[in-house]
């Protein structure tokens, strides 16, 4: 008779040998999975999750057993295509083995912004490093040059020559429902434009029906999730214990995240940037999902700009966020507002006459 083990490590060892890291406090080993020949795959006694660094496989105990096979297998999702996926993977793989290399400046970056070592390996951080052709070199001799072309990862040269859509970022995968790394956004550290760029779309990924961080396959859920903006607001928000949290990727809501959504949740949060560009973005998302039925409430960080600035900065942290969440407004007073002249402002009013 199988008896489940007390910890994610624990069920991960009878599969693999394991490690405890002393840095990060979590496991490693071989992937069970992919069977590398090294320690890519990790378990946390904590939360109860597992990630590799190889293969992208990740989840909490019921999808490791799934995957193992203890658990009846879920079909796979047909129409995704395997090499992408293992190209993926093993790109998430290459920024993440950059970003850990001693004195990177991606990691240096990430701990100025308060992003600790634990938190860059459980969202699987990366680095891009500032050269012409590096994840390309890293991955030619593995894939047919077709297949590279194809993944949007890299482009070409009015030369001919093939070059690294990615430079000298720092890297953020983007997940589907079953844990696999579809794309990637990466941020600059500096001034420079534009500040993020993500993967084109591609046979994997549409930045209109993905969310980054969205919790597909969570245990529990509250009856509302909250939205923002970016991935260092994603993170923030869930290393402050805000589970159901998600982040758009370079857009306003679309009416495929406002279907996703609605399917898990029954009121929103919106947390948007402060400035115009986000509170024009979050005008367009209040209408599609006052649209889709769903209460909605507007979080408030002045004098802070964005989710992560306040939890970072405020001294207060997670106990004056929880208050900012408390104090949310209703969709139709952040309107109101924000409304650009009379004419606005009156609509708004007579759509609340009953």
């Known amino acids: 008779m199988y008896s489940k083990p007390k910890t994610m490590p624990e069920l991960a060892s009878m599969y693999t040998k394991?490690?405890?890291d002393r840095v990060s406090g979590k496991y490693f080993g071989k992937c069970p999975f992919c069977h590398g020949d090294i320690a890519s795959f990790s378990a946390d006694e904590k939360n109860g999750t597992f990630f590799c660094y190889a293969c992208g496989a990740g989840g909490n105990r019921y999808d490791f057993l799934e995957r193992i096979g203890a658990v009846r297998q879920t079909p796979p999702q047909r129409g995704k295509d395997p090499v992408l996926l293992r190209m993926y993977a093993d790109a998430a793989f290459f920024y993440y083995q950059q970003l850990t290399t001693r004195g990177n400046i991606g990691n240096q970056y990430l701990k100025k912004r308060g992003i600790t070592e634990e938190e860059m390996a459980e969202y699987g951080l990366g680095f891009a490093p500032d050269a012409f052709c590096c994840l390309y070199d890293s991955l030619k001799s593995r894939y047919e040059y077709s297949d590279l072309i194809r993944s949007g990862l890299f482009k070409i040269s009015k030369k001919g020559n093939v070059y690294d859509l990615f430079r000298n970022r720092v890297m953020f995968p983007i997940m589907d429902e079953n844990g696999d790394v579809i794309a990637f956004g990466g941020r600059v550290m500096d001034d420079t434009k534009p500040k993020y760029i993500n993967s084109p779309d591609s046979q994997l990924f549409s930045?209109?029906?993905?969310?980054?961080?969205?919790?597909?396959?969570?245990?529990?859920?509250?009856?509302?999730?909250?939205?923002?903006?970016?991935?260092?607001?994603?993170i923030a928000l869930h290393s402050a214990g805000y589970q159901d949290c998600a982040a758009v990727l370079g857009t306003a809501l679309t009416e495929e995240h406002v279907r996703l959504i609605a399917s898990h949740y029954k009121k929103v949060y919106l947390s948007m940037d402060s400035d115009g560009a986000g509170i024009n973005a979050t005008k367009k998302s209040i209408g599609l999902l006052k649209a889709a039925g769903l209460p909605v409430r507007v979080l408030d960080f002045r004098p802070y700009k964005d989710p992560d600035e306040f939890l970072r900065s405020n001294p207060y942290g997670v106990d004056a966020f929880h208050k900012r969440v408390e104090q949310a407004l209703p969709a139709c007073q952040f309107l109101a507002r924000h409304a650009s002249d009379i004419g606005e402002l009156a609509g708004i009013l007579a759509r609340q006459v009953p």
């Open 18 to 20: 394991m490690y405890r």
């Open 207 to 234: 930045k209109r029906t993905r969310l980054y961080g969205y919790p597909y396959k969570a245990e529990r859920r509250s009856e509302a999730i909250i939205i923002c903006e970016g991935y260092m607001d994603y």
